[in-house]
């Protein structure tokens, strides 16, 4: 299998722009979920989806972020308007009937000027 | 909500053992997870305890208490691409919290 997939891995954009950040999880996977890392607060889960559905949301930061999971291959998650301290790593993981054995993908480095 | 706390920096010796702690306090705990990252890439998984005692892994061991909230990576025989951040993490329900990570870094 080619593990999660994410695009772009780099993104450098200027404050006010969106930001579309994609991942395709593993095949038959039926877990998703969207993590940010920063130097200051660590890993945090950012939101989860279950066969498609957004089961908890609570970790997204702000009306500005929104996650989707149109199908069970491919999920988005849109930041509009970005902003400095947006700045981070962004991780997708998916998982085969719940969070046992997180599969995370490379990440995309995201830098807001 | 949920207080994870372990070392940020250990140092070791190639061939050495080192024991990476973590403690943490959480009004629900459904187990806990190590994780490696080496810098710049993704956090891959080591392992996964949810009762108490030791589950080993190879070079690799994870201790659970429960009871006392705390939890242990052990590294033996440890060789230099084992340089990397160990991240322990919390699951409560579906949700993952992690640490701040431990770097540990291997010295010839």
């Known amino acids: 299998d080619a593990g999660v997939i994410q695009s772009p891995r780099h993104e450098v954009t200027e404050m006010g722009q969106e930001v579309t950040l994609r991942c395709k999880p593993i095949s038959g996977h039926d877990y998703l979920f969207w993590y940010r890392q920063t130097m200051m607060r660590g890993l945090e889960l950012l939101i989860y989806?279950?066969?498609?559905?957004?089961?908890?949301d609570s970790g997204m930061p702000e009306d500005r972020f929104s996650a989707k999971m149109p199908n069970a291959s491919f999920s988005t998650l849109k930041i509009q308007p970005s902003e400095p301290r947006d700045s981070a790593v962004y991780f997708c993981?998916?998982?085969?009937?719940?969070?046992?054995?997180?599969?995370f993908g490379p990440g995309t480095r995201l830098t807001v000027l | 909500g949920q207080n994870i706390d372990q070392p940020t920096e250990m140092t070791a010796t190639e061939g050495a053992i080192v024991q990476i702690n973590c403690t943490y306090q959480t009004s629900g705990f459904n187990g806990l997870f190590w994780y490696q990252q080496h810098a710049g890439e993704a956090p891959t998984f080591l392992s996964y305890?949810?009762?108490?005692g030791l589950e080993e892994k190879g070079r690799f061991s994870s201790f659970l208490s429960r009871s006392k909230g705390y939890s242990y990576l052990l590294l033996k025989e440890l060789q230099m691409k084992d340089s990397a951040s160990y991240l322990c993490?919390?699951?409560?329900?579906?949700?993952?919290?992690f640490g701040a990570g431990t770097t540990v870094t291997v010295r010839a």
């Open positions: 993981a998916s998982s085969l009937g719940g969070p046992d054995t997180q599969y």
């Open positions: 993490a919390v699951r409560r329900g579906y949700k993952l919290s």
């Open positions: 305890n949810v009762l108490d």
């Open positions: 989806f279950n066969n498609n559905v957004p089961i908890d």
